[in-house]
């Protein structure tokens, strides 16, 4: 009777020894996926990875501009002009509302209100300046003297060209490697070709270029004095002048091999 009772709950201690040895190895291949992976000790190549971003031109431009924004805004290398000229506007801005302007005047809040109008316009426009594109123009990938048909170009600093019957020079940049166009120079400062270039300005920390002067000369035919619009059409070129486009799109996708 024992050995009967014996055999009738072997069966038994089998079939849990079985459940549980099938149990401890499926938590064995699955413990990666229960414990979290901080904790786990996986590799990290065993997780799945996603592609990188796309490179923008902005990340590899080889010039010294600071860009903010994913490249929608530019600013010149060193700030602390900007920063010092708009403290400069805010100071005096106060300098004339607390000692300047008289309580006891006919209309202090309207001179008050005035007042700081004309300041946020100053603040707006020195933004706007330091903040934009200022005419970069694209360097050139191959050397000029590499092109086809320009192998004497190598030892050569400047040419002669026919625009509308008149005769001008192009200087070459052996930094941007490409011969520059009339009126255009390289900012040592920033290390970009400008067009239209006039300046570095120190107070903005940016060049002075294509889209800070305005190039229109035909509104000014006319005109004894080019900047006599009156006041209103004075502010309205200043804000709300439709500017060039930039020549180079700094938020596009940089190309392979692109410097």
């Not at 903005?204 to 800070?212: E, V």
Request: with cysteine; glycine share 6%; hydrophobic share 35%.
């Amino acid at each position: 009777m024992n050995s009967h009772q014996r055999s009738t709950e072997q069966p038994d201690d089998d079939s849990f020894s079985s459940a549980m040895c099938d149990l401890k190895s499926s938590v064995t291949k699955n413990w990666r996926f229960l414990i979290p992976s901080c904790f786990s000790g996986a590799s990290p190549s065993a997780l799945p990875l996603s592609s990188p971003p796309p490179t923008t031109v902005h990340q590899v431009w080889p010039g010294r501009n600071v860009f903010f924004l994913d490249g929608r805004v530019i600013c010149g290398p060193d700030p602390r002009g900007l920063i010092l000229s708009a403290i400069s506007v805010l100071l005096a801005e106060w300098i004339f509302l607390a000692y300047v302007v008289d309580p006891s005047s006919k209309h202090p809040i309207l001179i008050a209100v005035f007042s700081m109008a004309l300041a946020a316009t100053v603040l707006v426009t020195l933004l706007l300046t330091a903040t934009r594109d200022p005419g970069i123009i694209p360097r050139n990938q191959t050397s000029a003297s590499q092109e086809p048909g320009t192998s004497n170009l190598r030892r050569t600093r400047s040419q002669r060209i026919v625009v509308d019957g008149v005769e001008m020079k192009q200087k070459y940049c052996r930094v941007c490697k490409m011969f520059r166009a009339p009126r255009s120079s390289h900012c040592a400062v920033c290390d970009n070709c400008v067009d239209k270039f006039d300046h570095h300005c120190p107070w903005i920390g940016q060049c002075i270029g294509l889209t800070s002067h305005e190039r229109h000369k035909e509104r000014y035919r006319s005109s004894s004095n080019p900047y006599d619009r009156g006041a209103v059409g004075n502010i309205k070129e200043c804000l709300f002048q439709k500017l060039p486009p930039p020549r180079v799109n700094f938020r596009a996708v940089a190309e392979s091999g692109t410097n």
